[in-house]
């Protein structure tokens, strides 16, 4: 299974450091981002992690939940979280996946199905391609999906600017052009006609035929 942006994020019960979860209960109406680790103990993903608690208080202000996965069980999650705790100064509040037999990351498209049964014996690098993150919408509905390499830290306030993006975008008939940040201005999507956008806008430059700007909306 491939999975991409729109379709339905794959439902699955799991154990997790604060208890045993479902996964679209846990979610419930409001925003989620899920982001994966290849195995505990490892350089990057500590610093990850620990950057994930420092800047939770701004993805709780967005109405999003953050959940961790990593291929290794629960009990090696919470020895973990003490390493986290000494190399960032952060304690990892939000829940941690345990996935000792893999069949989030398979579900998640992470691993492939043939990869096995069991994360004992694996290496980081037989799991490096889970290093996924996704965001999730109140509908279930992956809204975007990345992906790094294992030597490539992730940028967590990238991921802030996304969901503002994604978020703005699904309340208002508009777009975010590139190195958008919040406050600047958005495109107006072609399904909105000049008059339309007068209505809705107040005013907007023509750029292009095809590309029109306008203050972003407040409301």
Partial sequence: MSLRINDTAPDFTAETTQGTINFHEWIGDGWAVLFSHPKNFTPVCTTELGAMAGIEPEFRKRGVKIIGISVDPVESHTKWKNDI???TGFD???????DRDLKVAKLYDMLPAGAGDTSEGRTPADNATVRSVYVIGPDKKIKLILTYPM?????????LRAIDSIQLTARHQVATPANWQQGDDVIITAAVSNEDAVQRFGSFDTVLPYLRKTKQPTA
Avoid: H, M, S
């Fill in 92 to 98: 990892v509040d939000y829940p941690l996946i345990g």
């Fill in 151 to 159: 030597t490539t830290g992730r940028n967590f306030n990238e991921i």
């Fill in 85 to 87: 705790k000494v190399a």
